[in-house]
């Protein structure tokens, strides 16, 4: 199963493929690095967390102090795993429904989807390892 992203720099939209780890895929057209860590909208969500890798969507707010704290750690995972995991911001302020969909009660709330849906939910600041030992588990089934 591939992916569809779009180019940052010149706008194409690319066919991506998970790509070998540490590496991070790359723009056919002008070879600029492709965004694995976005923003996500409302109306964005249904095609953000169809991949074929698991994604992580990180429900967070510009003034939550633990969403400030992982934060950098999702970035870190998204250019360390990138082709093999896609990370997907979405601010709960901006975009209300979809956090009200997965019953999102507390930020910040990562939801992990494989296939398009959720999987596994992790709950507060917690550290990089365990956020890993989670993907790992939803990559190995």
Same mark, same amino acid.
């Given at each position: 199963?591939? +992916? *569809?992203?779009?180019?940052?720099? =010149?706008?194409?939209?690319?066919?991506?493929?998970?790509?070998?780890? /540490? &590496?991070?895929?790359?723009?056919?057209? =002008?070879?600029?690095?492709? #965004?694995?860590?976005?923003?996500?909208?409302?109306?964005?969500?249904?095609?953000?967390?169809?991949?074929?890798? !698991?994604? *992580?969507?990180?429900?967070?707010? $510009?003034?939550?102090? $633990? =969403?400030?704290? *992982?934060? #950098?750690?999702?970035?870190?995972?998204?250019?360390? &795993?990138? /082709?093999?995991?896609?990370?997907?911001?979405? @601010?709960? +302020?901006? @975009? !209300?429904?979809? $956090?009200?969909?997965?019953?999102?009660?507390?930020?910040?709330?990562?939801?992990?989807?494989? +296939?398009?849906?959720?999987?596994?939910?992790?709950?507060?600041?917690?550290?990089? /390892?365990?956020?890993?030992?989670?993907?790992?588990?939803?990559?190995?089934?």
């Amino acid at each position: 199963m591939s +992916d *569809i992203l779009t180019c940052a720099q =010149c706008g194409a939209k690319n066919r991506v493929q998970a790509v070998p780890g /540490g &590496q991070v895929p790359v723009c056919a057209r =002008c070879g600029a690095n492709l #965004p694995w860590l976005h923003s996500g909208t409302d109306a964005s969500f249904a095609a953000d967390i169809r991949a074929g890798v !698991p994604v *992580i969507v990180d429900f967070w707010a $510009p003034w939550c102090g $633990p =969403c400030r704290v *992982i934060g #950098p750690v999702l970035e870190d995972i998204a250019r360390e &795993q990138a /082709g093999r995991v896609r990370v997907v911001k979405v @601010n709960v +302020d901006e @975009n !209300p429904r979809t $956090p009200g969909s997965f019953q999102v009660q507390g930020i910040p709330t990562m939801i992990v989807f494989k +296939d398009g849906e959720p999987v596994d939910r992790i709950v507060g600041a917690v550290p990089k /390892g365990e956020i890993l030992r989670k993907l790992a588990a939803v990559q190995a089934s």
